[in-house]
C-alpha cells in the first residue's frame, strides 16, 4: 500500500526537489564538448552537501551492486544508470542527468537530457517528445484518475511519434524512501490501476527510445543500454497530488 504524504510533508519535500532542479540548472551550464561525466558529478556533489543536502545515489544499494556517484550520466544509447567516468563529452551526443537529492528525511528525484553542442533532428525530435510524455503524464497525476492513466498517456504521444517507451523500467512512489509504492508504469490503459489521492507523491520518468523498447544490462549491475544500441531520453520529476492538481516539486 502507498503512503500519502501531508501538506508539511510535502513542503519538506519541494526543498529536495528544489536542490534537485538547482543541480540540473548547473548541468545545463557545465555541459559541453571535453567535459567529463566525472568533472559533472562532482559539480553536482558539491552543491548538493554545500546546500546541506545528500546525494540520495551515492552508495544506494541494487541486490549486491553499490552505485559510486551522485549523478546517474547516460550518454547515448545508455537509458539510465550511466557511472560518471573520465570519458569526455562529445559533440552530437546526449546525456540525460539523473538526481537524487536527501535532506530533512525526505527525498527528490528528477532527470533531465541535454544536448551537447549540435545534435541531429532525430535527438531533438527524442527529446522533445520525451518531455512532452511527461507533460502528458504529469497532467493525468490528479485526485480520482487512475494510475493506468498516467501510463496511457505518456505511451500515446511517444508512440504517435513513432519512438518506443521502455518497458522494464519505471517511475515510482516518493517520500521518506528513494523508491516507494507504487510503480509508475511509462505505458497502460486508461481507467486501470490504483485510485490516485491527494497527498501521494510519485516521481514519473518517461524513458524513451529511438527504435525498439528492449533493454541490455550491462555487467556492471548498472548501466542500462538500448538493445538496438539507438538513442534514448529520459525525463523525470518529482510530483505531488494536490487539492488544485498536480504539482512539480523538482523546479527551482
Known sequence: MFELKSKREVELMREAGRIVAEVHVLMEENIKPG???AELDTI????????GAEPAFKGYRMGNNTFPASICASIDDVVVHGIPSERKLQEGEIISIDVGTFI???YGDGAKTFAIGEIDDTKKKLMKITLQSLEAGIDKARAGNRLGDIGAAVQEIVE?????????MV???IGRKMHEDPQVYNFGTPGTGVVLKEGLVLAIEPMVNVGEYKINFKPDGWTTVTADGKPSAHFEHTVAITDNGPEILTLV
Do not use: L, P
Not at 44 to 51: G, L, Q, V
Open 44 to 51: 553536482a556533489e558539491k552543491h548538493i552537501r554545500n546546500r
Open 35 to 37: 567535459i567529463t561525466t
Open 171 to 173: 517511475g515510482h512512489g
Open 104 to 106: 530533512g528525511g525526505y
Open 160 to 168: 504517435q511519434n513513432g519512438f518506443s517507451v521502455v518497458r522494464d
